[in-house]
Structures are given as structure tokens and as C-alpha cells.
């Protein structure tokens, strides 16, 4: 019978230097996939270290063995000779583990707002603002007519027309809504299909972004001449995330956002994010690390370029007055007395304004009813935020206003964006059918939401529900915000349209980009008296250009002389 082999014990410092190297490769593993900042004020900094204390101690466990020689032991003796063995190995290890355990235990208490009331109502400088002087009454231009789940499938949609990409990329439906040029964009990166689309594609990167204008909802692709090569499709070192841990291993970030600047160079934007109150609390922004999307070069900026407007997320700076006005009596009214306790509703939406990005969202009281108190605008780069004293109804009463009207179509209600319509806070809201198209427009009154006005276009739903301000004397219809201009008739064309007659003309000295302005028979019935060469002056209501701007007055000051009244002037 063949003698079985005893195993020679491990020596301590063998076993130590196996259990140091198996923790090692574990630690890199977990920190190249979970990538967590190396900084005390980061949970994950704490998950890590003790995940590398207890594998370390783990193997130590695993490698002991029990001496080889003839004494018998009792179980006794073999436990306490055991853990001797351990204690000598260990002991640095399991201190490092409660040293871990307790500072983070701590760092949450210390953190906690029932001990800091007053440093977090501090996160966010407010300022009462006056609503009709501070919100401009916006063009037509400058609304944005969709919402992101819709600025999404149109990007999509995009992305399904072009068949040199469509097998090889997709849409990523990770869109920032940015001012690109002066006007309000969604963009996105295109991504790759799958893994092996990656694996044949990356040499050149991705060779293309999509921007969806929120005004004419309008997609294009924007092709590049050298592709994304940072982006969160990458599943290795260009990863965005594991490029910026990599660069900066100390750095608290939020969530890069996509970026163009003016010249439509890609980037992205990586918020430094850093805890103002105790070891955990209090988080806030401090400045960005801009990332070329193209060669991956790193830069932080303090304050960053005018051209970037996504530092700030809304989350944050909902949150932030959520203890601002939460904890206005410090936090024991927070829970018990509420007295003058406000809060922020539930969602929010974007307004351009400025050649900045604001964020929307309404106040209300600590009861949460169908009311509001005002509003928050919030600049998305700088922080500056002001609440505007407007008491009236929720965006979600206003959304339930709105569907009400077009009930029999089934249009679904989007977040809505607060306009100021001849002096008055106003719920612009576009209805989108089951598709995500938007197929109709709904203002409603803030004050009294039984006020509601729809309309197929922006301007025909502004001037029915100027008209029903009027009506209800809230305002008169001159307020509204109209341009004219004065010129001679270069060219007129007319169509039929539900039955009326619609002509749109153009004015000497207008180019096709200018658009036309258009007026139908019934609202002036003598449009077909016009002729080319006539003068006119036409007040009208700015739209984003396109096929016209519609007119609502129209008047003749002088005739064409006899050479363009004898002309064919309705030219097809």
C-alpha cells in the first residue's frame, strides 16, 4: 500500500505573500470594474477597502494549516493555536477593517441633517425674482416643443435612415439638452450595435452624433471627420468613466454629460462632485473635468466655458431646496410643526433662455396639494436660482387640464415648460400621441387652469388663448407679442386648406430662409386683390422660419403700379 504524502505547511511568510497577491488581483478586478474613487468622502472608497480586508483575511484562513508532528491536541488547543496563528497574521488587517467600519459609521452621523440643519438650508442662495420682468415673453423660436422621450425616438427614427450606419451603430438615448448656436438642441451619440460592432468598428471610433432641434423638431446626424473615441459604449479603457478614474483616481464625479460646443466639436462634461457638510453630506458641484470625446484629453476648469450648460443636474438642485425649504425652522418643525415648510414637485423641464439652459420646476407646500406656490429657475452652469411668487395649479393638474380637452383623441400630456404670455405665468404643454409624436400644443393658465387653449401650431394656440385671456379680462389681445413689417410683394402663392384659402407672400429682399408670411381668405378676405409689386405692411407673430410666419393683420398701402397688375401673379 502506497504511503500517503503529508502536505508541508505554507510558512508564514509564504502565506502571506499568496495572500497579498490573491487580494491585490481581487482589488484591481473590483476596483477596474466598479472603479470608485480613492477619497474619504466617497462611500464606494469604504466598500472597497473593506472588500480588500476581508478577502485578505480570508485567504489567510484559507492558507493556515495546522503543524505537522506527532502531538495530539485537544480541540481546544488546536482553536487557540489557530487563531494565535491569525492574530499574528491578521492583526494590522482586522484593525484597518473597524477602524473603516467606525469612521464611516461616524462620518454618516455627523453628516446627518438633524444635526446640521442650517448648513444644508445653506447648499442654495435664493432669490425672489418678479416673474413678468425677469421671463421675457419667449419667441416661437426659442420654445422647445418636445420632451426627451420624444427628442429620443425622433433621434432613433433618425438613425433608421441612413444605411451606412443602421447595421453597424445605433441611437444612444442618452441626449443633453444644450443652446447650440441660440437654439435649444438635444444631442446624443450614436453607439455601438453590440460587441463585435465594437471589436470591427473602434480603430475609427463612432462617426457620428445626432441633434435634435426642439423647436422645429427636426433630427440630423451630424457626420464627423474623426470619430467619438471616448464614449460609455466602450467596454474597456475608453470607457468614459474608467478614462476619467484613471486620470483623476481621487475625483467624486456625477453622471459626464455630451456636449458640442459652438463649433460642433464633441466632449464630454464630467461634473466634480464634493460633500460641503460633515464627512457625506452636503453634495454639491464644484467645477468639471471637460474631456475631448475625440482624443481624450482631460482638462479641469473651476468655472467652466460659457458654452457649457450642463454642469448642474435638476436632481441636485431639487434636492438642495428641498432642504432649503424644508428645514427653514430648523429640523424638528421639518417633521412635527411644518410651518412654512415647501417643497419641490414632482418633476421638471428645460427653458432656454439667454444662451443659458434653466431648469424648471414648480413649489408647493409641505401638504403636497394641487397647488403651487411658485417656481424655481434654476441656470444649469452657474447655479443662480430664483423663485417667482405665482400661487396656482400643479404641473400635473395642468397636464390632466390639458388631456382633458383633447380626451376624445387620447393625446398624452408632456411636462410642461412655464412660459410668460402677455404678462401671465402659463403652462405650455405639448400632447404626443401613443407614437411619441407630438401632434398638438395646450397653454394653460397657471392662476385659473380651467383656462386652456390648444391649437396645431404654437402661434394659433398663443392667439386663442390671448383671446380667451381677453375674454375672461385677464389681459387684452394687444399684449400680445407681434413684430410687423412693411414692404413690396416680390412673390405670392396661395393653397386650399380644409377648405379655406391660404396665401403666403414674400417680401422683396427676403430669402427663401426668411420664410413666407401667411394669411388665409377668411381672416382677410381681400388677400385676393394682392399682387406682386403691392405695398404692405403685415403684422404677424415670429415663428422658427420655415413655410410662413403667420399673419393676423395684412394691410395694403399702396397698389402695384400697372406694369405688375397686368403680370400673372399667383406663380406656381
Same mark, same amino acid.
Given at each position: 500500500? %502506497?504511503? /500517503?504524502?503529508?502536505?508541508?505547511?505554507?510558512? &508564514?511568510?509564504?502565506?502571506?505573500? *499568496?495572500? #497579498?497577491?490573491?487580494? !491585490? $488581483?481581487?482589488?484591481?478586478?473590483?476596483?477596474?470594474?466598479?472603479?470608485?474613487?480613492?477619497?474619504?468622502?466617497?462611500?464606494?472608497?469604504?466598500s472597497f477597502l473593506l472588500?480588500?480586508?476581508?478577502?485578505?483575511?480570508?485567504?489567510?484562513?484559507?492558507?493556515?494549516?495546522?503543524?505537522?508532528?506527532?502531538?495530539?491536541?485537544?480541540?481546544?488547543? %488546536?482553536? /487557540?493555536?489557530?487563531?494565535?496563528?491569525?492574530? &499574528?497574521?491578521?492583526?494590522?488587517? *482586522?484593525? #484597518?477593517?473597524?477602524? !473603516? $467600519?467606525?469612521?464611516?459609521?461616524?462620518?454618516?452621523?455627523?453628516?446627518?441633517?438633524?444635526?446640521?440643519?442650517?448648513?444644508?438650508?445653506?447648499?442654495?442662495?435664493?432669490?425672489?425674482?418678479?416673474?413678468?420682468?425677469?421671463?421675457?415673453?419667449?419667441?416661437?423660436?426659442?420654445?422647445?416643443?418636445?420632451?426627451?422621450?420624444?427628442?429620443?425616438?425622433?433621434?432613433?427614427?433618425?438613425?433608421?435612415?441612413?444605411?451606412?450606419?443602421?447595421?453597424?451603430?445605433?441611437?444612444?438615448?442618452?441626449?443633453?439638452?444644450?443652446?447650440?448656436?441660440?437654439?435649444?438642441?438635444?444631442?446624443?451619440?450614436?453607439?455601438?450595435?453590440?460587441?463585435?460592432?465594437?471589436?470591427?468598428?473602434?480603430?475609427?471610433?463612432?462617426?457620428?452624433?445626432?441633434?435634435?432641434?426642439?423647436?422645429?423638431?427636426?433630427?440630423?446626424?451630424?457626420?464627423?471627420?474623426?470619430?467619438?473615441?471616448?464614449?460609455?459604449?466602450?467596454?474597456?479603457?475608453?470607457?468614459?468613466?474608467?478614462?476619467?478614474?484613471?486620470?483623476?483616481?481621487?475625483?467624486?464625479?456625477?453622471?459626464?454629460?455630451?456636449?458640442?460646443?459652438?463649433?460642433?466639436?464633441?466632449?464630454?462634461?464630467?461634473?466634480?462632485?464634493?460633500?460641503?457638510?460633515?464627512?457625506?453630506?452636503g453634495v454639491d458641484i464644484q467645477g468639471?473635468?471637460?474631456?475631448?470625446?475625440?482624443?481624450?484629453?482631460?482638462?479641469?476648469?473651476?468655472?467652466?466655458?460659457?458654452?457649457?450648460?450642463?454642469?448642474?443636474?435638476?436632481?441636485?438642485?431639487?434636492?438642495?431646496?428641498?432642504?432649503?425649504?424644508?428645514?427653514?425652522?430648523?429640523?424638528?418643525?421639518?417633521?412635527?410643526?411644518?410651518?412654512?415648510?415647501?417643497?419641490?414637485?414632482?418633476?421638471?423641464?428645460?427653458?432656454?433662455?439667454?444662451?443659458?439652459?434653466?431648469?424648471?420646476?414648480?413649489?408647493?407646500?409641505?401638504?403636497?396639494?394641487?397647488?403651487?406656490?411658485?417656481?424655481?429657475?434654476?441656470?444649469?452652469?452657474?447655479?443662480?436660482?430664483?423663485?417667482?411668487?405665482?400661487?396656482?395649479?400643479?404641473?400635473?393638474?395642468?397636464?390632466?387640464?390639458?388631456?382633458?380637452?383633447?380626451?376624445?383623441?387620447?393625446?398624452?400630456?408632456?411636462?410642461?415648460?412655464?412660459?410668460?404670455?402677455?404678462?401671465?405665468?402659463?403652462?405650455?404643454?405639448?400632447?404626443?400621441?401613443?407614437?411619441?409624436?407630438?401632434?398638438?400644443?395646450?397653454?394653460?393658465?397657471?392662476?385659473?387652469?380651467?383656462?386652456?387653449?390648444?391649437?396645431?401650431?404654437?402661434?394659433?394656440?398663443?392667439?386663442?388663448?390671448?383671446?380667451?385671456?381677453?375674454?375672461?379680462?385677464?389681459?387684452?389681445?394687444?399684449?400680445?407679442?407681434?413684430?410687423?413689417?412693411?414692404?413690396?410683394?416680390?412673390?405670392?402663392?396661395?393653397?386650399?386648406?380644409?377648405?379655406?384659402?391660404?396665401?403666403?407672400?414674400?417680401?422683396?429682399?427676403?430669402?427663401?430662409?426668411?420664410?413666407?408670411?401667411?394669411?388665409?381668405?377668411?381672416?382677410?378676405?381681400?388677400?385676393?386683390?394682392?399682387?406682386?409689386?403691392?405695398?404692405?405692411?403685415?403684422?404677424?407673430?415670429?415663428?422658427?422660419?420655415?413655410?410662413?410666419?403667420?399673419?393676423?393683420?395684412?394691410?395694403?398701402?399702396?397698389?402695384?403700379?400697372?406694369?405688375?397688375?397686368?403680370?400673372?401673379?399667383?406663380?406656381?
Amino acid at each position: 500500500m %502506497k504511503e /500517503k504524502k503529508t502536505r508541508k505547511p505554507m510558512g &508564514r511568510a509564504g502565506s502571506l505573500l *499568496v495572500s #497579498l497577491l490573491i487580494t !491585490a $488581483v481581487v482589488g484591481f478586478v473590483y476596483f477596474y470594474v466598479s472603479l470608485p474613487a480613492l477619497n474619504f468622502q466617497s462611500g464606494d472608497f469604504y466598500s472597497f477597502l473593506l472588500l480588500l480586508c476581508v478577502v485578505y483575511t480570508v485567504c489567510v484562513f484559507a492558507l493556515s494549516v495546522k503543524p505537522v508532528d506527532n502531538v495530539v491536541r485537544t480541540p481546544k488547543e %488546536k482553536l /487557540k493555536n489557530w487563531f494565535q496563528f491569525v492574530k &499574528r497574521s491578521c492583526l494590522p488587517v *482586522v484593525i #484597518l477593517f473597524a477602524v !473603516a $467600519v467606525v469612521v464611516a459609521v461616524v462620518g454618516q452621523i455627523i453628516s446627518m441633517p438633524i444635526f446640521r440643519a442650517a448648513a444644508y438650508r445653506e447648499l442654495l442662495t435664493v432669490q425672489t425674482g418678479d416673474f413678468a420682468t425677469d421671463i421675457a415673453e419667449i419667441s416661437f423660436n426659442e420654445i422647445p416643443t418636445l420632451d426627451r422621450d420624444s427628442a429620443n425616438f425622433l433621434g432613433d427614427r433618425q438613425m433608421g435612415t441612413l444605411s451606412d450606419m443602421v447595421s453597424q451603430f445605433e441611437y444612444s438615448n442618452d441626449s443633453t439638452q444644450i443652446n447650440y448656436q441660440g437654439r435649444p438642441v438635444r444631442v446624443a451619440p450614436i453607439a455601438y450595435a453590440d460587441l463585435i460592432k465594437w471589436f470591427t468598428n473602434r480603430a475609427n471610433g463612432l462617426p457620428a452624433y445626432v441633434v435634435v432641434d426642439m423647436v422645429t423638431q427636426e433630427a440630423t446626424v451630424t457626420r464627423l471627420t474623426e470619430g467619438i473615441k471616448y464614449s460609455f459604449s466602450e467596454p474597456l479603457n475608453r470607457n468614459i468613466m474608467r478614462h476619467l478614474r484613471f486620470r483623476y483616481p481621487t475625483m467624486m464625479f456625477s453622471t459626464p454629460e455630451f456636449e458640442i460646443d459652438e463649433s460642433g466639436h464633441p466632449w464630454w462634461i464630467a461634473p466634480r462632485v464634493v460633500k460641503r457638510i460633515g464627512l457625506f453630506g452636503g453634495v454639491d458641484i464644484q467645477g468639471a473635468v471637460l474631456v475631448d470625446a475625440v482624443t481624450g484629453e482631460c482638462e479641469y476648469h473651476e468655472q467652466v466655458p460659457n458654452w457649457v450648460d450642463t454642469l448642474y443636474v435638476p436632481a441636485l438642485i431639487m434636492q438642495q431646496y428641498d432642504y432649503y425649504g424644508t428645514l427653514i425652522h430648523g429640523f424638528i418643525n421639518s417633521i412635527l410643526g411644518q410651518r412654512d415648510v415647501t417643497q419641490t414637485t414632482s418633476g421638471y423641464n428645460y427653458i432656454a433662455m439667454n444662451d443659458d439652459v434653466y431648469a424648471y420646476t414648480g413649489v408647493t407646500s409641505a401638504n403636497a396639494d394641487q397647488s403651487n406656490l411658485g417656481f424655481l429657475l434654476c441656470n444649469m452652469r452657474t447655479k443662480e436660482t430664483h423663485f417667482y411668487t405665482a400661487p396656482g395649479a400643479t404641473e400635473e393638474a395642468a397636464k390632466r387640464s390639458a388631456e382633458g380637452v383633447v380626451q376624445d383623441l387620447g393625446y398624452i400630456a408632456t411636462f410642461p415648460i412655464l412660459l410668460n404670455i402677455a404678462g401671465e405665468p402659463t403652462y405650455f404643454i405639448p400632447l404626443k400621441d401613443a407614437t411619441n409624436l407630438v401632434k398638438t400644443y395646450a397653454m394653460v393658465n397657471v392662476a385659473q387652469y380651467q383656462i386652456v387653449a390648444t391649437g396645431d401650431t404654437v402661434s394659433s394656440c398663443e392667439k386663442k388663448y390671448i383671446q380667451m385671456l381677453s375674454d375672461k379680462g385677464l389681459t387684452t389681445e394687444e399684449e400680445m407679442p407681434y413684430d410687423q413689417i412693411t414692404g413690396t410683394i416680390m412673390e405670392i402663392r396661395s393653397a386650399v386648406v380644409n377648405g379655406t384659402t391660404n396665401y403666403y407672400v414674400r417680401l422683396e429682399g427676403d430669402t427663401a430662409e426668411d420664410g413666407y408670411y401667411g394669411f388665409s381668405a377668411d381672416e382677410t378676405p381681400w388677400a385676393i386683390l394682392l399682387n406682386v409689386g403691392d405695398k404692405v405692411k403685415i403684422s404677424y407673430y415670429p415663428t422658427a422660419g420655415g413655410i410662413c410666419q403667420p399673419a393676423f393683420e395684412v394691410e395694403r398701402l399702396k397698389a402695384a403700379p400697372a406694369p405688375y397688375a397686368t403680370a400673372a401673379t399667383f406663380p406656381n
